[in-house]
T-cell receptor, first 114, second 109 residues
Framework: DVKVTQSSRYLVKRTGEKVFLECVQDMDHENMFWYRQDPGLGLRLIYFSYDVKMKEKGDIPEGYSVSREKKERFSLILESASTNQTSMYLC?????????????FGQGTRLTVV | GEDVEQSLFLSVREGDSSVINCTYTDSSSTYLYWYKQEPGAGLQLLTY?????DMKQDQRLTVLLNKKDKHLSLRIADTQTGDSAIYFCAPRGGGKLIFGQGTELSVKP
């Protein structure tokens, strides 16, 4: 089974802190994604990556950056956390750019910024 | 950019059929997915349909696609309490999935 693991289920951070959310997949997938999920807004794409050291902005990249130094790991970075970044963060991976490749999701990290 | 719209809530009684609707704007979507999210969990792929199909049936699930109107629906027959979850429509635009807001299905015994 494909496994996508997010390092934390729950995080509480202070405003202004630098926050790292880690995601690891174990199936040699090329594509990795970071979404945030908010009630009534569904999932919104923050950043995605098709390959190592490659990244592309999603729909809401402001206030975030990402790092993909190894194929299996995709990190989301909040340079200076703010309260409006309190949310559920979901990482996903998929095999390649082919049109029918299922995306596998991690369990999510619920981040609270106080 | 691409847009996907779903109603936020649906409530049905156990044993009834549920129909969850979705409209989208990206006409280039080749595959259209339905994902299910149970409480406290990530999303799991439920089913999908290829854009040259009108209908796909998979056990209790029926997906209908009206490509002209850019309308997708998911019908769950004989809905059970275990079907209570949030259902996301996700057309695939280019290399990325675009998600709707999610429809929270509540099944009452």
């Amino acid at each position: 089974d494909v496994k996508v693991t997010q390092s934390s289920r729950y995080l509480v951070k202070r405003t202004g802190e630098k926050v790292f959310l880690e995601c690891v997949q174990d199936m040699d997938h090329e594509n990795m994604f970071w979404y945030r999920q908010d009630p009534g807004l569904g999932l919104r794409l923050i950043y995605f990556s098709y390959d190592v050291k490659m990244k592309e902005k999603g729909d809401i990249p402001e206030g975030y950056s990402v790092s993909r130094e190894k194929k299996e790991r995709f990190s989301l970075i909040l340079e200076s956390a703010s309260t409006n970044q309190t949310s559920m963060y979901l990482c996903a991976s998929s095999l390649d750019r082919g049109m029918n490749t299922e995306a596998f999701f991690g369990q999510g990290t619920r981040l609270t910024v106080v | 950019g691409e847009d996907v719209e779903q109603s936020l809530f649906l409530s049905v009684r156990e044993g009834d059929s549920s129909v969850i609707n979705c409209t989208y704007t990206d006409s280039s979507s080749t595959y259209l997915y339905w994902y299910k999210q149970e409480p406290g969990a990530g999303l799991q792929l439920l089913t999908y349909i290829f854009s040259n199909m009108d209908m796909k049936q998979d056990q209790r699930l029926t997906v209908l696609l009206n490509k002209k109107d850019k309308h997708l629906s998911l019908r769950i027959a004989d809905t059970q309490t275990g079907d209570s979850a949030i259902y996301f429509c996700a057309p695939r635009g280019g290399g990325k999935l675009i998600f709707g807001q999610g429809t929270e299905l509540s099944v009452k015994p």
